[in-house]
């Protein structure tokens, strides 16, 4: 048994039972959740910062995050994750979901296939967590608590946030088993070992 990411995100990650074969990994059973995160080297603030995956931070006056798919394509600076975690910091835009409340557990994992790209992670000074979607320019995240935060009432995250909403919704916030599941070898230096990856041919393309 393994807890495993389904994306370059902290607390991105699924449960999965394995058995091996000649060498080779098999999923037997995967389950929503996963164990507290591990680093390799000591960090100061394990549980408000996560140890890896972050794309910029502010400490002061309270810890506040970001974690972006869309890194590779940042300058060196995480100048737009920087402006992306600003942006939800100093939101124009707030509403209420109106399907209230969410299935957490499912919205995470459904968010990585429908997201791709722009799905982005951000926890803010009170240390409530949303997911959503970001770019350079613009960010929109539903948080914990059912509340959707945007740059603003026009955003271009903001729809593309409601429409993985919507995604979701008809999928009717799918269990696990709606998921399909596959081991990828992760080739990184400093990650040796396998990644598990998501999909399912119900799911339309991201935006």
């Not at 890896?52 to 974690?67: F, G, K, L, M, N």
């Not at 409530?128 to 608590?145: F, K, N, P, Q």
């Amino acid at each position: 048994m393994a807890c495993l990411p389904i994306a370059a995100q902290p607390s991105t990650t699924l449960i999965a039972t394995i058995t091996l074969t000649a060498g080779q990994p098999h999923i037997e059973t995967i389950t929503f959740g996963g164990y507290a995160q591990s680093t390799a080297v000591p960090v100061d603030d394990a549980l408000t910062i996560p140890g890896r995956w972050v794309d910029y931070c502010i400490q002061q006056p309270e810890p506040a995050w970001i974690s972006i798919s869309w890194r590779d394509r940042d300058d060196q600076h995480h100048s737009g994750a920087r402006t992306a975690l600003n942006l939800l910091l100093n939101p124009g835009h707030t509403e209420t979901y109106a399907d209230a409340p969410l299935d957490w557990l499912s919205w995470t994992a459904f968010s990585v296939i429908v997201g791709g790209y722009h799905r982005s992670i951000a926890a803010l000074r009170d240390g409530i967590r949303g997911i959503g979607h970001t770019t350079a320019t613009s960010a929109a995240v539903i948080l914990t608590d059912s509340t959707i935060i945007a740059d603003s009432r026009d955003s271009a995250s903001l729809t593309a946030l409601r429409t993985w909403l919507g995604q979701w919704e008809q999928a009717a916030r799918p269990a696990v088993d709606w998921f399909t599941p596959t081991l990828a070898l992760n080739e990184d230096d400093d990650l040796p070992g396998w990644d598990l990856r998501l999909k399912n041919h119900e799911c339309a393309a991201s935006v």
